[in-house]
Structure formats: structure tokens, C-alpha cells
Nanobody
Framework: QVLLVESGGGLVQAGGSLRLSCTTSGVIVSFNSMGWYRQAPGKQRELVAT???????NYADSVKGRFTISGDNAKNTVYLQMNSLKPEDTAVYYC???????????WGQGTQVTVSS
């Protein structure tokens, strides 16, 4: 069983920044990819950013140029740096990890990000 623990959410004004952290009980290199998803009230969960084992990144168009995903293998932690936040970024943000070989998906409990206008 892999545990993912997110932190770093909170309330911020539009234009501000937050950094989310996701620490895993597993080893980052044991995953095909790790990423961040978000779900706003009444909406489906959507991809925000992913980081592959090979270091490739992918971003939703809505966050390109504002958000940056990165990983620290030594700390088994993935980060999401969010700059120039907008009210439409308000959502619960979930960390995801896709495990090598088994292809199992694991999810964190979510962390709330609220951006006020």
C-alpha cells in the first residue's frame, strides 16, 4: 500500500502563490509518473500537471506558464509551485502516483486551495 500525503493548500488572494507538496511512503522512482489533479465543486476531476519517471512534464493548458511541477527523489516528494493564482484555480488538489509494473493508481486525501478575487 502506497500512501500519499499532501500539504500546502490554503487561502490566497488572486495573483498570489502557493506551493503544494506530496510526500509518498514509496520511492518516487518506483512510479511511472506522479502528478496533481484538481476538482472544483460541481466539476469533474481534471489533470493539472504530471511528472514522469524520465523527468518529462505535462501541464493543462489553463496552468501553463503559471504552475511548475518538480520532484525531489531524496525526499520522496513532488511539488506543485503555483504562481499568478486565479479564482478559477480554486479546487481540491489531489496528488496521484502511477506505480510501475502494477500500473496501480494511488491518490492522496486532497488539499483545498482557495483563491479569492
Amino acid at each position: 500500500q502506497v500512501l500519499l500525503v499532501e500539504s500546502g493548500g490554503g487561502l490566497v488572494q488572486a495573483g498570489g502563490s502557493l506551493r503544494l507538496s506530496c510526500t509518498t511512503s514509496g520511492v518516487i522512482v518506483s512510479f511511472n509518473s506522479m502528478g496533481w489533479y484538481r476538482q472544483a465543486p460541481g466539476k469533474q476531476r481534471e489533470l493539472v500537471a504530471t511528472l514522469t519517471r524520465g523527468g518529462y512534464t505535462n501541464y493543462a493548458d489553463s496552468v501553463k506558464g503559471r504552475f511548475t511541477i518538480s520532484g525531489d527523489n531524496a525526499k520522496n516528494t513532488v511539488y506543485l509551485q503555483m504562481n499568478s493564482l486565479k479564482p478559477e484555480d480554486t479546487a481540491v488538489y489531489y496528488c496521484n502516483a502511477n506505480q510501475r509494473f502494477t500500473l496501480n493508481d494511488y491518490w492522496g486525501q486532497g488539499t483545498q486551495v482557495t483563491v479569492s478575487s
